[in-house]
């Protein structure tokens, strides 16, 4: 303030007597700085002495920056006002002699700048009349900055801090909102600046020059992203208009929200724009193919060119690049590699996983059976499968079984996974990491926490093992491998620990195989008795199947089955294609120039197989939205172009295990039971806007045959 008081003076003599500017020539200038140096250590000393804090004032602030700042008023340097004393009321004179000392510094200079400023506007135009035009103006252009200099911290700073000073004294309960207070103290060195280069001309041409220079920079950048754009855009597949940075998202935001959900705008898209079509996500296009044979032309004939997924930031950083899911190149080739070898070796596909599968199967049926009443069970379905799919997917890890005993363990684990998988917003996932770790420091430490718990919960038996195998109390069979943990821990021994085979990869492929293996085949499961409930004639259809080749009920169905059950395939096939469980499938980087149905696909751009959108194209399944098992009976070439596990170098590493389950389950249990809704059905998509889908709320009731 006395810095602006100063420049006050010496405009005001400036135009009233300019011989008294001579006396500051040289080091006399100091003056101007002492006077300013004069105020300042008024004002601070008098903060420093008068506003200390003392007990009283402690006290008083100490649940108050509690409760507001969660800090501890007595660990970090801080000055006080407190006018009274709040336990006897009496006043606080040192504390209030330092709020006069202030008032008396502000309104000095308030009292200078009044005076000068008043003389100037009422004398000024008189005095200046016999100057040169330059010179006038000039006048009237400093006179004008300082007035928006005084007036600017008067309206954002000075008024601020002088309710903050005065409030004290009428012991008025009001809380001043600090936050907003503290944003218009940290404006005030810009708005100085901007009142100068608004009020003084130079200033405002140099300012609109630069902003002029700047504006055409980014017009011509544009320009050229637009052109760059346009030809890349001709040459990919059709697709809506894209924007300039944005792409389609507008578009893409307008349908999600009119159509009501990512498969129903992907439909739209494809209808309007043919099988294979083009969205741009922000900069970076994205093609999916909405038919078998494009398809199957791109990730079967060209599968090699297609090994690499797109990750989003978040994952990147999360997961470094180990494990199967989201990981890529060598490691991603090895990770995979070896599980398929040992899923092979524990007889995935063959009889000995159907054992497993069986064993688990009979478990939760003799749970069933014995919580029966009449007969009859009621239960969530969610509950019966995902104990059963997840104590097959455990038990093939890490060699543990759930039964009704340590249920909770399972729970623990699924409610730390989907707790970990719900803090991860789209949002999040399209976010550079450095926005969220600067940003949004919390939320990124949630959902690494997240992560990390969840790779913990799985993979706990895994490490129990490590140790137990430190302690001299197992010791691997080698030539019968327990589970997946066995044959891993087997090849660290064996190869010693490398960038490959290690804990924390052994770990992460636990979590990653626990996730996809599981709430896959659950979701599947529900999904389709949700529709068998909404349409038993197919339910009774399939079992009058299994019943004749069965003699009757008589044993269980088994794998080997398969040849003689069309009617069960159907029904599981119009299952997969109906639930369709991931909205939008795995994106893959196109490494080089590719054609595609017809069209040149450019290297940077993703690409996928859509499957959701490949499942409901009404030019290959007729009316795509009813569930009709027998359209598969009319037309059996037609379930070739059912590909719920996707196709290619990615597609799914448990598909050999998915279908065994599926049917296993399926035909089994509808040998056994008949089925009932308990409740309302659903005929309603879940979670319709997110990546995948998630398993119905479906009560049902379980009658023994
Ligand atoms: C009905 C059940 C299942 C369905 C519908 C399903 C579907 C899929 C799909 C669509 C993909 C992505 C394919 C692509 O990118 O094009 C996938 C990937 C994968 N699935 Fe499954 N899946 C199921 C069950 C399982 C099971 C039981 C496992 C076994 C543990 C499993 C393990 C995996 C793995 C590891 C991947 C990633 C493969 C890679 O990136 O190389 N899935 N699954």
């Not at 140790?467 to 190869?495: C, H, P, S």
């Not at 636990?510 to 008795?529: A, R, V």
Request: glycine residues 6%.
């Amino acid at each position: 303030m006395s810095l602006l008081s100063v420049q006050f003076i010496y405009r005001y003599w400036a135009v009233f007597d300019v011989e008294k500017l001579q006396f500051f020539k040289g080091r006399f200038a100091l003056i101007w700085v002492l006077y300013c140096a004069f105020f300042g250590f008024q004002y601070s000393l008098s903060t420093y002495f008068f506003f200390t804090l003392d007990e009283v004032s402690t006290e008083y602030f100490l649940e108050e920056v509690l409760i507001r700042y969660h800090r501890n008023i007595q660990e970090f340097p801080a000055t006080a006002m407190v006018a009274y004393d709040p336990v006897d009321g009496s006043v606080r004179w040192w504390n209030i002699m330092g709020i006069l000392n202030l008032l008396t510094v502000v309104n000095t200079q308030y009292a200078v700048m009044i005076y000068c400023g008043w003389s100037m506007h009422m004398q000024m135009e008189d005095k200046i009349k016999n100057f040169s035009g330059m010179l006038r103006r000039h006048h009237r252009q400093f006179f004008k900055t300082l007035v928006l200099q005084i007036t600017t911290p008067t309206v954002i700073l000075f008024i601020p801090i002088t309710l903050i000073i005065i409030l004290p004294f009428f012991n008025l309960n009001v809380s001043i909102p600090s936050g907003v207070l503290l944003c218009s103290f940290t404006l005030y060195p810009a708005m100085d600046s901007i009142c100068v280069m608004y009020a003084v001309s130079e200033y405002k041409r140099t300012a609109i020059r630069i902003c002029r220079t700047i504006q055409k920079v980014w017009k011509e950048v544009q320009r050229k992203k637009l052109v760059r754009q346009y030809q890349k855009v001709s040459r990919l597949p059709p697709g809506p208009v894209s924007l300039p940075l944005i792409g389609n998202l507008p578009q893409i935001v307008y349908y999600l929200y009119t159509t009501g959900g990512v498969v129903s705008t992907l439909d739209f898209f494809r209808k309007r724009y043919g099988n294979i079509f083009t969205l741009w996500v922000g900069p970076i296009p994205h093609v999916s193919i909405a038919d078998y044979e494009t398809s199957h032309e791109v990730f079967v004939k060209n599968a090699n060119k297609y090994a690499d997924k797109f990750h989003s930031p978040i994952f990147r950083e999360m997961r470094k690049d180990i494990g199967i899911l989201t990981a890529n190149g060598d490691h991603w080739q090895e990770m995979r590699r070896f599980a398929l070898f040992t899923f092979r070796n524990m007889g995935v596909g063959k009889d000995l996983m159907e054992t497993r599968i069986m064993e688990e199967l009979n478990a939760r049926c003799a749970d069933i059976d014995k919580a029966a009443v009449n007969g009859v069970t009621t239960t969530q379905a969610a509950e019966f499968f995902d104990l059963t799919v997840g104590s097959i997917i455990n038990s093939i890890l890490v060699g543990k079984r759930f039964e009704e005993h340590n249920k909770n363990d399972f729970l623990k684990i699924k409610e730390v996974m989907d707790a970990s998988f719900e803090t991860f917003s789209p949002f999040d996932m399209t976010m550079p990491v450095w926005i969220l770790k600067n940003f949004f420091p919390r939320r990124f430490e949630k959902m690494r926490n997240g992560q990390e718990s969840s790779k913990q919960f799985a993979a706990k038996e895994a490490l129990k093992r490590i140790d137990e195998i430190k302690a001299g109390r197992y010791v691997i069979d080698e030539n019968n491998f327990q589970d997946y943990t066995d044959a891993f821990l087997w090849k660290m021994q064996k190869d010693g620990e490398n960038e490959d085979y290690n804990v924390e990869s052994l770990k992460t492929m636990i979590l990653d195989l626990w996730i996809t293996g599981q709430e896959t085949t659950t979701t599947t499961l529900i999904s389709g008795f949700n529709q068998l409930l909404l349409h038993s004639k197919f339910m009774e259809k399939a079992r009058a199947e299994l019943f004749e080749i069965t003699e009757n009920g008589s044993r269980n169905v088994s794998l080997s089955d398969r040849p003689k059950t069309p009617y069960l395939n159907a029904v599981i096939g119009e299952i997969q294609r109906h639930a369709s469980i991931l909205n939008v499938n795995f994106w893959r980087w196109n490494n080089e120039p590719t054609y595609m149905g017809g069209h040149m696909v450019d290297s940077g751009a993703l690409v996928t197989a859509q499957l959701s959108a490949l499942h409901v194209n009404e030019t290959v399944f007729e009316h795509p939205e009813k569930f009709d098992p027998e359209r598969f009976i009319r037309d059996e070439k037609l379930l070739q172009k059912v590909i719920p596990f996707g196709l290619g170098k990615r597609s799914c590493l448990g598909e050999s295990l998915a279908r065994s389950e599926l049917y296993l389950i399926f035909g089994n249990l509808l040998l056994r039971y008949k089925f009932q809704p308990h409740g309302e059905l659903s005929t309603r998509e879940i979670m319709p806007y997110s990546a995948g889908k998630r398993p119905f709320k479906l009560e049902m009731q379980f009658i023994e045959v």
